[in-house]
């Protein structure tokens, strides 16, 4: 594979911001299509199912309060006899790196069992359309940096990272089942791979939740305690990808409506190390005068699992993202507007 390293400067993300469409272009394009589907989306009181909420109110959404989706008869229930044309399957049992690492066989076994049915179930109860999420967790953790970022066609060329193998080989299992489903059975079903994804909708309870979430609260936390430092995981040096969760919903929206059957990369081209990162969100927060301390005894992680969304570009070639900045700040602003809630 020959891919080039997309790590940009703050130069070359203002000459992307340039080419990019007015609020109204984008606007106009993203309305565009077919009326909208009959849509049930699962997963869909988490972090990316309240965006959709935002801008797709019209759908069913159902959380596990609605349904146990390990379980098959469950899973049938919510399609069988129903008026629903197209499926979005966000539901999945999520965590961050130590829940990860500490609950493989249980991450396994339950996001199988999740995934197995919802797409099973789909297809008896004759849904035509289907959209699941993956995440680029799944892809290998051995490519050589010149392979980096990483495209669709990468997905099965080795094992996904040792922290996060049980959910990252569940994940895999559903890919291969939509393809079947696709390929052999001319379902319309695909995949969506988002890079990592926070909002302020996000689970920001400390001993679960992801990267992101956590370093807001902490800083919030420090704050409101008049700490001098907060204490992060690892050496700061990994490479993440973090788009803004509504970013992904609207982009769902446009596959929905537009009836777009692809397995794609979505992710921003901001690619930053978990030390640079911190730093952005230090600033969002009107926190720059808190000391970060790194625990380099904890995990750091994946080093880098960059991907490149330039099949979604061809797709949609105006599709925006929020820069990480003003992402955070949002997030940050949200929290301390509802902090009592």
Not at 129 to 156: K, V
Not at 186 to 191: A, D, G, I, L, V
Not at 195 to 209: A, E, I, P, R, S
Not at 283 to 312: H, N
Request: glycine share 6%; charged share 25%; hydrophobic share 40%.
């Amino acid at each position: 594979m020959a891919s080039k390293n997309l790590i940009l400067s703050p130069e070359e993300l203002s000459d992307i911001k340039a080419w990019l469409p007015s609020q109204e272009q984008a606007d106009a394009i993203f309305n565009e299509g077919k009326p909208m589907r009959k849509v049930l989306v699962t997963g869909g009181t988490g972090l990316v199912g309240r965006h959709l909420q935002e801008i797709m109110p019209d759908a069913t959404y159902v959380s596990s309060k609605d349904a146990d989706l390990t379980d098959y008869d469950s899973a049938w229930g919510l399609f069988h006899g129903k008026d629903i044309d197209t499926v979005v399957h966000l539901a999945a049992r999520v965590g961050g790196i130590q829940a990860n690492i500490d609950n493989q066989v249980q991450f396994y076994e339950d996001n199988i069992r999740i995934n197995t049915n919802v797409v099973s179930a789909a297809r008896e109860c004759a849904i035509p359309n289907l959209i699941a999420m993956l995440s680029t967790c799944i892809y290998p953790n051995d490519f050589c940096e010149d392979q980096y970022p990483i495209n669709e066609l990468d997905l099965e060329e080795g094992p996904p990272a040792e922290s996060n193998y049980g959910y990252g080989v569940a994940k895999r299992a559903m890919y291969s089942h939509i393809k079947l489903c696709r390929e052999k059975l001319r379902f319309n079903y695909s995949c969506l791979i988002p890079c990592n994804l926070y909002g302020k909708y996000d689970n920001f309870d400390l001993q679960t939740c992801h990267y992101v979430p956590a370093l807001l609260k902490r800083i919030i936390q420090a704050k409101q305690q008049g700490l001098k430092k907060i204490v992060l995981w690892g050496t700061g040096e990994p490479l993440r990808q973090f788009m803004y969760a509504g970013d992904l919903a609207k982009f769902i929206k446009i596959c929905v409506s537009h009836e777009i059957c692809q397995d794609l990369n979505v992710a921003t081209p901001e690619i930053k190390s978990i030390r640079e990162i911190a730093e952005i969100a230090l600033k969002a927060c009107d926190a720059q005068d808190l000391e970060i301390e790194w625990d380099t005894s904890k995990p750091d992680g994946q080093f880098r699992k960059d991907v490149t969304a330039r099949q979604l570009e061809v797709v949609f070639p105006s599709m925006m993202y929020e820069l990480l900045e003003y992402g955070l700040r949002d997030v940050y602003m949200y929290l301390m507007e509802n902090e009592n809630d």
